[in-house]
């Protein structure tokens, strides 16, 4: 597998994001936002929410981070149980890649689209761009990543799943350097990226999809109580979609390990 561009595009698309994610930063500070910093490797921004009350966060790396560096371009190759591997990641383990999640369908087809979606709290336009990606992850239809509007039939499981943007946003879920959120920083992460913001992240995919993850093991849960197929996609499509967009998918493996740990 082959990137797109050369390390130099992508840095300069790398730096498009955190600069457009400053920029609201920075505007937020103007409308009277405080800066609180919370010792967790990442420092929320709070921007004043239009109605009072609720305060607005984004994440910037603290002052003394260092600063994002390239590794090589991980070539897609999974274990015998169907588990793409980092060497500097063990304990992150998604069952998909990038393009197969793209090419199955998540995020209503417009993940990719800076406007793509319902609009965010910070900033209409999102820093995101497919160009920044090797081509082959976005030889499916155009319909699946850049769509203006966010489109049901496009999803997988034919389903809505997750927040939009606002609510990422409002959440206090998103960095500045991937202000489109954790599917961005998973596409540069697969691409060799390596930054402050990673084991954050990857502490967020666990919570979700790893072998004690909630969706994943809810997911087995209502198999389980079902058809008893893992495989069955009339089982909670919904949960199906949200661990898709986490770049998991159930399968026999896993389901039998949750099986046997839960002796049933």
């Not at 609180?36 to 984004?58: F, K, Q, S």
């Not at 069955?232 to 998918?249: C, G, K, N």
């Amino acid at each position: 597998m082959k990137r797109a561009a050369s390390s130099a595009v992508v840095d300069a698309a790398n730096e498009r994001g955190r600069a457009a994610g400053v920029a609201a930063v920075k505007a937020a500070r103007q409308r009277g936002a405080a800066v609180i910093n919370r010792g967790a490797g990442t420092m929320p921004v709070g921007a004043a929410a239009p109605n009072g009350g609720e305060r607005y966060t984004l994440l910037e790396d603290p002052p003394d981070a260092p600063a994002p560096r390239w590794d090589a371009l991980h070539d897609g190759t999974k274990t015998s149980d169907g588990k793409l591997c980092f060497a500097d990641a063990p304990e992150f383990t998604p069952s998909l890649t990038p393009a197969e999640c793209i090419r199955k369908g998540i995020f209503g087809g417009c993940y990719f689209n800076p406007r793509g979606g319902k609009a965010g709290i910070f900033s209409r336009d999102i820093a995101i761009d497919h160009a920044e990606f090797p081509a082959e992850w976005f030889e499916a239809d155009e319909s699946l990543y850049l769509s203006r509007r966010y489109n049901v039939t496009t999803n997988a499981y034919r389903v809505k799943s997750g927040f939009g943007q606002r609510e990422w946003e409002s959440k206090g879920w998103i960095h500045a350097q991937d202000p489109r959120g954790w599917f961005q920083w998973y596409c540069r992460f697969f691409c060799g990226r390596r930054s402050a913001d990673d084991a954050r992240q990857i502490a967020r995919w666990r919570a979700c999809a790893s072998s004690r993850g909630r969706w994943r093991n809810q997911l087995c849960g209502a198999v389980q109580r079902g058809s008893g197929r893992w495989d069955d996609v009339a089982v909670s499509p919904v949960i199906r979609q949200t661990l898709l967009h986490w770049a998991y998918e159930l399968s026999s493996a896993d389901y039998a390990d949750w099986r046997a740990a839960k002796g049933k």
